[in-house]
């Protein structure tokens, strides 16, 4: 079993879609699939298969403070422990419960030394799992509401996503990251055996792909590139980086009105990734 | 007035559309402060021409802890609280991982040895500059590995209220968690940029929802309107359903490709998307007034 991470620090680049595609071509080859939408504020990969989230497998909870008024002595604990500013104390007055900005650590309840808070616990978000052939299988992790704090929601779905390798007998898990490089995208990326970085032909396209490059090094994860819309910009901006760091191409996609056309209609897996050359 | 531009969905041109709409105030001599708050890949200044920095400071924004391993017992209560799974046990050893640890100090409370300790990390640089138009650029890098986009988007948006100026605009990373919060709580107006695709409309509603959240009303900008008219035309009908004050369409151009790769502004070329974009910002004018 072999896991790949699709990634990219710069948004809109072609994660979702190389990802697919790949993912369909392994099955071509015969490989058995799991591919994880680590997206979980935007999950699009469902979308671009034109199907549904699936079913629910898992409801993520997480701690959420709720302050019980009669035990609370307005010490002022709990809001120093709160390192999220999710709790502010008027003057003379409980705590109040700032529930968008809570990254449901429990510090608050940790720290209080009566009792006063409850957990008035919350659902983050869900699991879903759709079996989009016999042979591919995609598991989608979504929040629910506004959530602070999303990589502890992609953890789960890598658990989830795991289980469902062994079961299936999976060949490869590929995970479809988030753009940029924070906490949920560092959390997909921890323990893959290789990464896919996407980038686009153009000075944003080069500079974010140097900083998905540097946070790739830090995990210390071994990376291939994907150009993609390589004829739109200037190809030799990402070439000359790729030679002096010696990053080997894994595809070099040509723009397709046909591509394009796909995506917006949603159905990216009539593309099936014709005639595309995969060096991975 | 602040002024948040997101989307959710990457790629979509909220960046484009931001450093647009700067120059064009700044044409206008309204006083405008740019803030990029895509700080784990920031390009505003890219699109705005180039930017040269007049300061940078490394920020020490977020915490990690540490475990003192001669004062640790190896009663695994840390590892019981930590919410982000941060904390790793091997051969009875507890050891932080510290590219999942947040910083929250659950760990320290519950620890009966006095063993955590919560250290300042240093997570980002901040740069205040100028753009090649002389537009004030306050932009921060988060250090690769490192976390608290969030917290550095906080800081970003207090340094810039000091500063004294009609509108403060801040360009929104993608996604909808802690930076893009962060980016949007206290906005004013939000300008919601999306591509007629079912991706693109999917992430809309995400951002709605957080600006609903917030209670900020919003213009939407449909970006390559006509790579789809049916998904658009549908758009339109979800946003004047959701109390749109405007909604402003962008033609695709394969042409802004080549602009971006020569670091044009739109502004500064002969493209549709110039005249369509000039058209979003009398429409924001009006809103605004």
Redesign the interface.
Known sequence: MRTIAVTGGKGGVGKSTIAILLALRLTKEGKRVVLMDADVECPNDYLLLNTSLGKKIETIKAFLPKINQEKCIKCGQCVKACLSNALFQPKGKPPVVLPELCSHCGACQLACPTGAIENNEQTIGFIYEQNIKDDLVLLTGQTKGIVEETGPLVGKLKKAASKKTKKIKADFLIIDTAAGLHCPVIQALLGVDSALLVTESTPLGLHDLKLSFELTQELKIPVKVVLNQVDLGKPELIDSFLEEKKIKTALRMPYSKDLVDHYANGKLIDFEGRNLKWSL | MELVILS?????GK?MIASSLALSFQEDNRKVFCLDA?V??P?LH??LGGATWQSKKELSLT?KAQIDQKKCIHCGKCQG?C???AIDEKGNIFKINP??C?????CK??CPAGAINLKKQKNALFKKGKSKTGLPLFSA??F??E?G??KIVDFLKEEACKQSCDVLLIDA?????????AAV?DADFALLVTE????GF??LK?AH??IG??KIPFGLVINKFD??EE?TEQMIVWAKSHQVKFVSKISYE?KV??A??N?TPILDTDLKTKVEIEAIYANLKKVCQ
Not at chain 2, 8 to 12: A, L, Q, T
Not at chain 2, 196 to 199: G, Y
């Open positions: 959710g969905k990457g790629g979509v960046t895509d784990d890949a390009n890219l699109w915490l609280v919410f982000f799974e590219f999942t947040e910083g929250c100090g659950a409370f519950v890098q988060l690769p590995g976390s986009s969030g990373p993608a996604g909808t968690g802690c930076p893009v919060i709580k007629p695709t079912p991706s999917a992430d995400q929802e957080l959240a917030f790579i789809h998904n394969k490709f080549q971006l790769s670091l």
